[in-house]
């Protein structure tokens, strides 16, 4: 899950870095671009990480309930009270 979490947090990186040089090359060449080309790939990219990122938090914490979970000691009965719905005399 860690993966995921470092997965999430580059393509955030990445897109942000992307964002930075679509905004720079449209700075000094606006007449060639495409309209809406920049915006589509900059919204797939950021959530795509986000989503990897917010997936990748919610494994280490799942994780981290289970590991909790694996540890605690069993429960000992020592006596068992009768079920009224059930007609056991025993």
């Avoid at 797939?44 to 997936?55: A, C």
């Amino acid at each position: 899950m860690r993966l995921a979490s470092y997965f999430g947090f580059s393509l955030t990186a990445i897109s942000v870095l992307v964002a930075v040089g679509y905004f720079i090359a449209y700075l000094f060449n606006a007449s060639s671009w495409t309209p809406g080309f920049a915006t589509l790939v900059l919204l797939n990219l950021l959530s795509l990480g986000i989503l990897s990122l917010f997936v990748g938090v919610l494994g280490e914490y799942f994780s981290q309930i289970y590991d909790q979970l694996k540890k605690s000691p069993m429960p000992i009965i020592e006596t068992q009270r009768p079920d009224p719905a059930r007609n056991d005399k025993t």
